[in-house]
């Protein structure tokens, strides 16, 4: 559609205490916790800027300043890397150049939906994608799932959510949809369920942690009272938008790491290993050796 405005920027909702990874998180945000070398929160932003996005807005809160922080140039770091011939190619993707990196404070953890409406000054009259640091979306070099919805939105515009497929028996713990017509890897949005018993669910596409909005979500938020466990939910808000604007969900081609919960996190780390050509054979002969036990 050559009337979209293009995606620049992206909203991180990354003021989350980061409760099951205590201790690790008591001074260390969650998002700074690293799969095997980079941490989360730079994979996030990687992706984005895969996708073409400009601006990069961090919902943060208090004790998060580290974020910044890694992305701002290190002086002494790299004065230091320099004077002992080592490469900075390693620090490039930590350095954000001026203006690429906005952060606002969520000052009370009200839910994901007020974390968003928190960047709506940000954000302006534009459309925008959302990305969770937590959930790592991982697909082909240069193919990543903010780009593959970038490029579907460029086809079709209005609103989007990622979703991966998966067994019908697992639908429960998930927010789903309830499709409509499909199309390759789109498929029309007719409504969202949250965590629906397996035998009511309209479908085994679950919502998988990227989107990108229309600005009116801001409004919807603005008025929105608290749904589940007292929050301000942003699936409720997307709902009241699905029948008021085009709203599709993009099935992503890859494979993703749940790693706000420690299993995936671990899972992500060991199969970002196994395929590290620096590393992989040696992690896979320590991973069978401990097998055996």
Same mark, same amino acid.
């Given at each position: 559609?050559?009337?979209?405005? *293009?995606? /620049? ?8 205490? @980061? ?7 008591? +001074? #260390? ?9 980079? *941490? ?11 996708? =073409? ?13 580290? %974020? ?18 080592? &490469? ?16 606002? $404070? ?9 974390? %968003?409406?928190?960047? $709506?000054?940000?954000? =302006? ?36 959510? &990622?979703?991966?497929?998966? *067994?019908?028996? !697992?639908?429960? &713990? ?5 499709? @409509? ?28 942690? $990227?989107? #990108? ?14 749904? +589940? ?13 699905? =029948?008021?604007? *085009? ?6 081609? @890859? /494979? ?10 671990? !899972? ?19 991973? !069978? ?5």
């Amino acid at each position: 559609m050559s009337d979209t405005k *293009p995606i /620049r920027k992206a909203v991180f909702p990354v003021a989350g205490l @980061g409760t099951r990874f205590l201790p690790a998180t008591k +001074a #260390i945000p969650k998002e700074l916790l690293p799969i095997v070398d980079r *941490p989360l929160i730079q994979y996030a932003v990687d992706e984005a800027r895969e996708a =073409g996005i400009e601006q990069m807005i961090f919902v943060t809160g208090r004790g998060k300043t580290a %974020i910044v922080e890694h992305f701002d140039v290190a002086y002494e770091l790299e004065t230091t890397m320099s004077e002992r011939g080592k &490469s900075l190619g390693v620090l490039e993707p930590t350095r954000a150049t001026p203006g690429d990196i906005i952060t606002v $404070r969520q000052q009370v953890p009200m839910g994901l939906g007020h974390a %968003i409406w928190c960047a $709506r000054a940000i954000v =302006g009259d534009e459309p925008f994608a959302i990305m969770l640091p937590d959930e790592l979306m991982v697909g082909a070099p240069g193919h990543g799932c903010m780009k593959q919805m970038v490029d579907a939105y460029n086809e079709v515009g209005g609103n989007l959510i &990622s979703v991966l497929e998966v *067994p019908e028996d !697992e639908v429960s &713990s998930y927010g789903v949809i309830d499709p @409509g017509a499909e199309s390759g890897a789109l498929t029309e949005v007719k409504g969202l369920v949250e965590k629906p018993p397996v035998d009511q669910a309209p479908s085994n596409k679950i919502i998988s942690g $990227r989107y #990108i909005l229309q600005p009116e979500v801001m409004r919807t938020l603005e008025t929105q009272g608290k749904g +589940a466990g007292g929050e301000i939910q942003l699936t409720d808000a997307m709902a009241r938008m699905i =029948g008021k604007q *085009p709203f599709h969900a993009v099935t992503f081609d @890859g /494979r993703r790491f749940d790693c706000g919960s420690k299993t995936g996190f671990v !899972e992500a780390t060991l199969a970002l290993a196994l395929e590290r050509e620096d590393m992989g054979s040696e992690v896979r002969a320590i991973a !069978e050796r401990l097998l055996q036990g």
